[in-house]
């Protein structure tokens, strides 16, 4: 089988409620599917069940239970496809969320099931721990992980929330200058950069940017534009 994972940029686009412009998507990704299990560690100002339930309440039409609710999440993780069930992950904070997999366990489970099609969504940073390493978040890094070292579905890097919007009077970096110090120092590694209401799918070994608004690829010192509906299959080698 092959992979069938949906990499969201993002919860919420503009003024939009919880997870409103994704819901479609999701639901669409999940096909039949509508048990899930939902990993909430990226959640830190937020307490897991009331994560879940936040989660829960957007998506009615399914059935979302928390991971950490089960006393053996390695084993819910690997027997989620026998049991029709589908992993969503939810955003907060990057390093905490991979921190957490690592703790529990949980990197190897989850790159295995992947690879054998369990659908998988992810938002924010539940998309940015798709990429190679989760080098390219825009998190403040409040806890130290094992390892940078992601789920590597996509041999590339991921920035979810991409914005070139720069604040008049503002003097620091901006998130291309930040992309860049990257790409200076990884020249051979592409980061995808996608906008809030945009996402990344990754089915039938093809990869593709959904959404109403484009993306961009930085590598080395170019910075390439991408539309939506493109066909980002190239980066997957």
Known sequence: MTSHVLMLSSSRAGSEEYLEHARQPILSHLAQRREVLFVP????SIDWDTYTEKVQSALPECQVTGLHSFD??????????DNNQAILVGGGNTFHLLASLYHFGLIEPLRQVI???????????????????????NDMPIIEPHSFNAL???????NPH????????HNGETRDDRLRE??????AMPVIAIREGTALRLSK????????????IFLADQKMPIEAGQNLTEYLR
């Open 41 to 44: 560690y990226a959640g830190v």
């Open 72 to 81: 053996d999440p390695v084993s819910t993780i690997l027997e989620a496809n």
């Open 115 to 137: 690879a054998d099609g369990t659908p998988y969504i992810g938002w924010s940073a539940g998309s940015n721990i798709c990429g190679a390493t989760i080098r390219t978040t």
């Open 152 to 158: 590597n579905v996509l041999p590339c890097q991921i």
């Open 162 to 169: 991409y914005t070139d919007f720069h604040p008049p009077g």
């Open 182 to 187: 990257f790409t200076r120092l990884n020249p």
């Open 205 to 216: 070994g093809e990869l593709t940017l959904e959404g109403d608004n484009g993306g961009f």
